[in-house]
């Protein structure tokens, strides 16, 4: 169960920096056009914290992650950076627009206990990948630190939380206020004994849904073991840094969803894939990408369709035969409730079976953007595309507590939140 504490953390120095141009989104959604483009906004850009360029001559001691702690280190001996003095929980706020109406995320930052999920109340709900983890493992190694927040989920049915969290933030100013991409980030810093037991207290026996940062919460956990078997072990080092928010808030938890983009297909044919689909799907050629996705996002009384984009322009639906089970279809000892979603579907029937993908990790690129995927296809080095309908919250939650895992990327929580409002060092 969660144990949570405030800490004092490390922040960007309003006097010295424009934290407009200082923050960034979550390293795994940075592509590398947006990777240079945070470079060339401020040199004090928390990029080369979280996702430094690589360079030619980088060796075992200069590389991204050795430079990521130099930075680190000169950015705080230059006030560029600076811890608070007090210990605090930070509240943040998000305001968006989704589907022309306007919603507002609450939730707060501090530190979590960490814990093993398999003997905790902490619940994971995707398998990870290996070298996400090596790198995020190379990064805390050098700097010592939580340089972004994983996000977390609790439920709060009768939504004390927020109550609370409204009534510290009403007519107080943030520390900070910034819009990247049409979402509005707030940052309070809650620093009295206070408001902390009233938070603290809330969280008490609470289960924590991890909903994004599964790489880094895994990493957290190696990297403690680590220290405590090198003798190198502190006391902070026992806790990672973590935002938490309501998934009993309704409409203003939003997920979205995440595209697959496959390559390294043996002998790829398309009429041979159509063909092999139809043997578990009604297969529909629509018009365009825009008809596709209007299709999708109609109620129907298809439980599981996709969309494919098998290059050329040529867009179908894909909806599973009334008559197939999912249960019976996959072939596997996951439980139903894991082989009813979508994206097992997905991956069991089509990826697997249909195609033969051996190597996913290497053979699949997951892209947010339909217009983005669409694009790697018709540029000829990924053969297809294969679009999903957002994993309910509901399901997520199911699966977590019953310690069943999704595919990797199964879930797109957004707003994603952002990199370099609050730093957690050792």
Not at 294 to 303: A, D, F, I
């Amino acid at each position: 169960m969660a144990e949570i504490k405030p800490f004092r953390g490390v922040l960007y120095n309003p006097k010295k920096v424009d934290i407009e141009k200082v923050v960034t989104p979550p390293y795994d959604v940075i592509s590398q056009s947006a990777q240079t483009r945070f470079y060339r906004t401020d040199k004090h850009n928390a990029i080369r914290l979280i996702l430094g360029k690589e360079e030619k001559k980088d060796t075992p001691n200069n590389n991204r992650y050795t430079r990521a702690n130099i930075f680190l280190t000169s950015w705080l001996k230059e006030k560029i950076l600076a811890r608070d003095k007090k210990p605090a929980i930070y509240i943040y706020t998000q305001e968006y627009l989704y589907k022309g109406k306007r919603r507002k995320r609450f939730g707060f930052i501090a530190l979590m206990k960490i814990e093993d999920p398999r003997e905790s109340g902490v619940l994971p709900h995707e398998y990870t990948l290996q070298k996400p983890k090596e790198d995020r493992f190379n990064l805390i190694s050098k700097t010592k630190a939580n340089l972004s927040p994983i996000f977390s989920l609790f439920e709060d049915k009768k939504n004390s939380m927020n109550i609370l969290l409204k009534s510290f933030t009403k007519n107080k100013e943030p520390l900070f206020i910034t819009e990247q991409e049409g979402v509005v980030h707030r940052l309070w810093r809650a620093d009295s004994e206070k408001i902390i037991k009233k938070i603290t207290a809330e969280m008490n026996g609470k289960k924590i849904f991890i909903a994004d940062g599964h790489h880094r919460y895994e990493v957290a956990l190696i990297y403690r073991n680590k220290m405590r078997k090198s003798g190198a072990f502190t006391g902070s080092m026992n806790y990672v840094m973590m935002y938490f928010s309501n998934l009993s808030e309704g409409n203003n938890l939003t997920i979205l969803s995440t595209h697959r983009v496959v390559r390294n297909i043996e002998g790829f044919d398309e009429s041979a894939i159509i063909f092999k689909l139809k043997k578990y799907f009604d297969v529909k050629k629509t018009r365009s990408i825009e008809d596709l996705f209007e299709r999708l996002e109609k109620p129907t009384r298809e439980k599981h369709v996709f969309g494919m984009n098998a290059g050329k322009g040529k867009f179908y639906l894909l909806a599973l035969k009334k008559n197939l089970s999912p249960e019976v279809l996959i072939e596997s000892d996951k439980t139903p409730s894991l082989k009813r979603l979508d994206v097992t579907i997905l991956h069991e029937v089509i990826i697997n079976k249909i195609l033969c993908i051996k190597n996913p990790e290497s053979s699949i690129k997951y892209v947010r953007n339909e217009l983005d995927a669409s694009k790697l296809v018709e540029s000829g080095f990924y053969k297809i595309a294969f679009f999903l309908r957002p994993t309910k919250v509901t399901q997520m939650k199911k699966i977590a507590e019953k310690g069943e895992m999704m595919p990797q990327k199964s879930t797109y929580f957004y707003p994603k939140l952002l990199t370099g409002l609050v730093i957690n060092k050792f």
